[in-house]
């Protein structure tokens, strides 16, 4: 059974960092991409952010130049570097790996 977890959300302020984190277990992790996602309040969830297996990246235009996928393939782990933070990046933020979802870990960026 898969589980994921992400965690490194919290409380930021606007032009801060996070970084995020989404652990994977009970998968063949390195075989297949991780996703990003993010519902701020009151929208729908969007999608962000993807890694392949092979450790190509894809970023949607609103994050692009301001996050950064990496993955520890040995850590089962997922990391999700967002600098620049804005207040619109305010949500919580989800991963995904083939239908399996985590939780979410909350972001809030306000001064």
């Known amino acids: 059974q898969v589980r994921i977890v992400e965690s490194g959300g919290g409380l930021v302020q606007p032009g801060g960092s996070l970084r995020l984190s989404c652990a994977v277990s009970?998968?063949?992790?390195?075989?297949?991409?991780v996703h990003w996602y993010r519902q701020a309040p009151g929208k729908q969830r969007e999608f962000l952010a993807t890694?392949?297996?092979?450790?190509?990246?894809s970023y949607v235009d609103s994050v692009k130049g301001r996050f950064t996928l990496s993955r520890d393939n040995a850590k089962n782990t997922v990391y999700l570097q967002m600098n620049n933070l804005k207040p619109e990046d305010t949500a919580v933020y989800y991963c995904?790996?083939?239908?399996?979802w985590g939780q979410g870990t909350r972001v809030t960026v306000a001064s």
């Open positions: 890694i392949s297996s092979i450790d190509t990246t």
């Open positions: 995904k790996q083939r239908a399996s």
């Open positions: 009970g998968s063949d992790f390195s075989l297949y991409a």
